[in-house]
Antibody, heavy 118, light 108 residues
Framework: QVQLQESGPGLVKPSETLSLTCTVSGGSITGHYWNWIRQPPGQGLEWIGYFYFAGTTNYNPSLKSRVTISADTSKNQFSLKLSSVTAADTAVYYC????????????WGQGKLVAVSS | SYVLTQPPSVSVAPGQTARITCGGNNSGSKSVHWYQQRPGQAPALVIHNDNDRPSGIPERFSGSNSANTATLTISRVEAGDEADYYCQVWDSTSDHWVFGGGTKLTVL
């Protein structure tokens, strides 16, 4: 059974960089798409971007200028960095596995609430 | 960019059938997936590839997709089905993953 767990600071100051890590257990990240998805309080889901095990990435155009997703295969982890954050970036951040070919998310982390505030 | 449109809310009495729509340009040519999100929980896949159920999902959940609309159908609705439901596709043109805005299902 694949499990994902987000970790990182729950509070980030405005203009700083939000950094989260997703640790994957029960399966290797050398396969499939490894995604970040966020959900502002009371709102819907927003896809942020993915890291593909072959080394490629792709990002939501609305966030592309501020987002970097990378992976450490030796630790079976992948990470999100979102720069120049504002209060609008306050959200629950989820990591999720995307299935190659079928292109849906089959495993999700429990979510990490990150608040942007001074 | 590709847009999926869902009604904000759907209400249904217990035992009745709930239908949640997801509109998108020529969605019938894409695979549509559906997630259930209960309060305080992460989303969970309930339907993939238009009408396939992951193991553990009751047969009461089904899906369809034709022309410009995909539909999630929940038969014999139970109180435990009350949740937010999101549709999702992968847009091959942009290689982006897209969610609908979500629909809150209320069981009366």
């Amino acid at each position: 059974q694949v499990q994902l767990q987000e970790s990182g600071p729950g509070l980030v100051k405005p203009s700083e960089t939000l950094s989260l890590t997703c640790t994957v257990s029960g399966g290797s990240i050398t396969g499939h798409y490894w995604n970040w998805i966020r959900q502002p309080p009371g709102q819907g889901l927003e896809w942020i971007g993915y890291f593909y095990f072959a080394g490629t990435t792709n990002y939501n155009p609305s966030l592309k200028s501020r987002v970097t997703i990378s992976a450490d295969t030796s630790k079976n982890q992948f990470s999100l960095k979102l720069s120049s954050v504002t209060a609008a970036d306050t959200a629950v951040y989820y990591c999720a596995r995307g299935i190659v070919g079928a292109m849906f998310f089959d495993y999700w982390g429990q979510g990490k609430l990150v608040a942007v505030s001074s | 960019s590709y847009v999926l449109t869902q009604p904000p809310s759907v209400s249904v009495a217990p035992g009745q059938t709930a239908r949640i729509t997801c509109g998108g340009n020529n969605s019938g040519s894409k695979s549509v997936h559906w997630y259930q999100q209960r309060p305080g929980q992460a989303p969970a896949l309930v339907i993939h590839n238009d009408n396939d159920r992951p193991s553990g999902i009751p047969e009461r959940f089904s899906g369809s997709n034709s022309a410009n609309t995909a539909t999630l159908t929940i038969s014999r609705v139970e109180a435990g089905d009350e949740a937010d439901y999101y549709c999702q596709v992968w847009d091959s043109t942009s290689d982006h993953w897209v969610f609908g805005g979500g629909t809150k299902l209320t069981v009366l």
